[in-house]
């Protein structure tokens, strides 16, 4: 009878450490919110919806499970071939070419393993970035459709993680963790029948240690979950303070705050760091203990193993040569690691659930500007809009139009004039709807535009908005915005109008100048003639110009004066004009304030009305005087 109080010395050493993650776990803070990401989608609704990108895939996926049949077979036939030659070298006199024909197999499936698995990885890692650039292009195409109100409502520093950090997540399901997790599964399946058949008591001894095991899974997953989601926030919350601070980094600049604003970063910088390194100490905690559970089953092995050996006894009533512990020792390698790594698989999969939560999340926010049912394609725009009873709210029931009624005719110019935030960019975003009204219709030659194909309208509408945006790129590439069809000729014709070609010609590289991020290396003024050229360039019918109130240069004033008159002569054109010399010859100026249409009218009868505009043109006219007295 063997003495089994070395067994029972590391049972109870198991047992307590096990007891006392178990109080850890109880004592643990928060275990709700760790429990589930605040996932509101269910991990099989999430799969179906993850696999949809894996089906055009599916005959690669094949043939990277065959591969990993071939690879996982080394490791099942890898320890009976050691614990083989261990066995005929013990002997004595053991025929040399047995032994060399032995290593030779071993050699041969080596080989083959290795070679599997080099194609597993590289197709597996083909067929997920494949998937990643998918995702990746549905998302964005798919954040382009959604309205600016949407839009606002998201900052853009989220919307990067979601199309950078989160597909990733998504494409490591594939490559990584599903292949990893089929992996682990099938070896610890294929190592447990063939220890099974070798030693049915050993393996059951081995067995054993598996409830601690599967305990302490379960109780790290719970750790790790919390500190994936903490890492994730920390991860979101950098990456938008650092979007929307590296746009504004100018500001930060000419106010001195960055003295401020490195210490915001330097908030969220530690953040980060502090969920990172949580997230390490969690594995750093687990892996150590599945060694400790590993080491042990390995002592137990070899102290009933050498017993029954040099005993020469039966262990659990079964007789064991040496040749099964090293076959054992092999295998409980082999069935350790994989569990191990597949506790930490599952976590990941949450993880990447978790990101895919937040994409789809993403892609099923229904466009809110979408095309009717019945909604018709305008082959041509005379130019006539009415605006009837619009009432409209970009937060519900905080009216910023109130009951705006008024006519625009063909080829007229409209100007809409008012104080600061009296809804004038407001108005011209509703005409092709960049968002939708709450109450009242806008009519586009006697058609409801809910009733117009978006495409279509914005097609014959150019609008220019009173932040000019350029993309980096070229002054070419900014005119025709990806349109390939124009001639380097309609380009230079359509600067020339619009007054560009003043200090286009100038440039170095002329229209293949180069344009740096939001056209930060042009001046306003240069911007905003670039933005007049972008639009008459793609022949609207109806002209929509929020003129910039950024201050320029009285020389670029001049230009644009000359091109704002030209273009008036286009088609029909609502501008909102801060300069009121602008708009003189305009055929009615509408004056706004607080979203309500106080006055109408042209120059003349407006002024003679002594009202709102009167007084907006006479403090216009005396600063200007005072201004050429200086
Ligand atoms: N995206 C938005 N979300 C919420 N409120 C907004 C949004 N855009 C504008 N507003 C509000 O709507 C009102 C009208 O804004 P609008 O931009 O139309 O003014 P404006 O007449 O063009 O002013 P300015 O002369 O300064 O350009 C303002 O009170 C503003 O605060
Ligand atoms: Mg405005």
Known sequence: MPNYYPLLIVGAIIGVVTTIFIIAYAMMKDKKTAIGFDRNMKDTEIVKRILVYAKPHALKFLLVGLFMVFAISYDIIAPILVGEIQGLIKTQGFEMSRLLAMIAVYGSILLVSLVCTYCQSILLQKTGQKILSSIREDIFSHIESLSHAQLNRIPTGKLVTRVTNDTNA??????????????????????????????????????????????????????????????????????????????????????????????????????????????????????????????????????????????????????????????????????????QTLAEQFNRLQAAFASAEKIFSIMDMQPEVVDSEDAVELDEVRGDIEFKNVWFSYIPGEWVLRDVSFTVKANETVAFVGSTGSGKTTILSLICRNYDIQKGQILIDGVDIKKIK?????????????????????????????????????????????????????????????????????????????????????????????????????????????????????????????????????????????????????????????????????????????????
Not at 242 to 268: C, D, H, P, Y
Not at 457 to 467: E, K, T
Not at 603 to 612: C, D, I, N, P
Not at 620 to 628: A, D, G, T
Request: overall charge neutral; some cysteine.
């Open 170 to 339: 998504i494409s490591m399901v594939f490559t990584h963790i599903l292949a990893n997790l089929v992996k682990n599964f099938f070896i610890i399946l294929g190592v447990l029948v063939a220890m099974l058949a070798l030693n049915y008591m050993l393996t059951l001894m081995i067995l054993c240690f598996v409830p601690f095991i599967v305990i302490f899974t379960l109780i790290f997953r719970k750790f790790s979950r919390r500190a994936y989601r903490r890492v994730k926030d920390a991860t979101t919350d950098i990456n938008t303070y650092l979007s929307e601070n590296l746009s504004g980094m100018k500001i930060t600049q000419i106010f001195n705050r960055q003295e401020r604003k490195a210490e915001e970063f330097e908030q969220r910088n530690v953040a980060l760091d502090k969920a990172r390194h949580q997230e390490i100490f969690v594995f750093s905690i687990f892996r150590p203990m599945v060694y400790m559970l590993y080491v042990s089953s390995i002592l137990c092995l070899f102290y009933l193993g050498a017993r029954g050996v040099i005993l020469d006894t039966e262990i659990f009533g079964q007789r064991i040569g040496s040749e099964t512990i090293v076959t054992f020792y092999m295998y409980i390698n082999k069935f350790f690691n994989p569990i």
């Open 454 to 630: 978006i495409s279509s309208l914005r097609r014959h509408f150019g609008q220019m908005l009173q932040d000019v945006f350029l993309f980096s790129g070229t002054i070419r590439s900014n005119i025709v915005l990806h349109e390939e069809s124009f001639t380097d000729e309609e380009i230079m014709r359509t600067c020339d109008y619009v007054n560009a070609t003043h200090f286009i010609s100038k440039l170095k590289d002329g229209l293949d100048e180069e344009v740096r991020e939001r056209g930060n290396n042009f001046s306003a003024g240069q911007r905003q003639l670039l933005s007049f050229a972008r639009t008459i360039i793609h022949k609207p019918s109806v002209m929509i110009l929020d003129e910039a109130t950024a201050n320029i240069d009285t020389e670029t004033e001049v230009l644009i004066q000359d091109s704002l008159e030209k273009m008036m002569n286009v088609g029909t054109m609502l501008i909102v004009a801060h300069r009121l010399s602008t708009i003189q010859h305009a055929d009615n100026i509408i004056v706004l304030s607080h979203g309500e249409i106080v006055e109408q009218g042209n120059h003349f009868e407006l002024l003679a009305k002594k009202g709102r505009y009167y007084g907006l043109y006479m403090l216009q006219f005396e600063k200007e005087r005072l201004r050429k007295n200086n």
